[in-house]
């Protein structure tokens, strides 16, 4: 059985109302945690930089406005399949993206095919590597600050 998805989709880096540039984003999603997807963002001079988060948030945020705390997702526009903005946020610092909408409910789809959403759960190891993943996602956490400080 394959364990994990993966795509690469461009977004917009909107550094101002002015000034944005396209940049590639890896998508992933893995069986073994499968609550959470990671996008690796892969800027002009830096580190790629990745993070992780609900994946029911980011289908969410493809429809209507959601999220608390770092990361927020909205559709920007009212009409079915709009693009969507991705605001992540660290501390003060705040970085705004924007995606076509098709290629990320493609990549969704894919997940769903591998993990059902709402059957997460019923996988039959997660809840014991649950610890486990937590650990990797906050030592991951902890990376990307050391990174950006």
Known sequence: MRESVQAEVMMSFLVSEELSFRIPVELRYDAHDPYAVRLTFHLPGDAPVTWAFGRELLLDGINKP???????????????????????????????????????????????????????????????????ELGKILAEARQNEQNAG
């Open 66 to 132: 959601c999220g608390d705390g770092d990361v927020h997702i909205a559709p920007t526009g009212p009409e079915d399949l709009s693009d969507v903005h991705i605001r992540l946020q660290v501390g003060g610092d705040r970085a705004l993206f924007r995606a076509g909408a098709a290629p990320l409910v493609a990549f969704l789809d894919r997940t769903d095919r591998l993990v059902p959403l709402g059957q997460e759960r019923n996988l039959g190891d997660f809840e014991e590597n649950l610890d486990q």
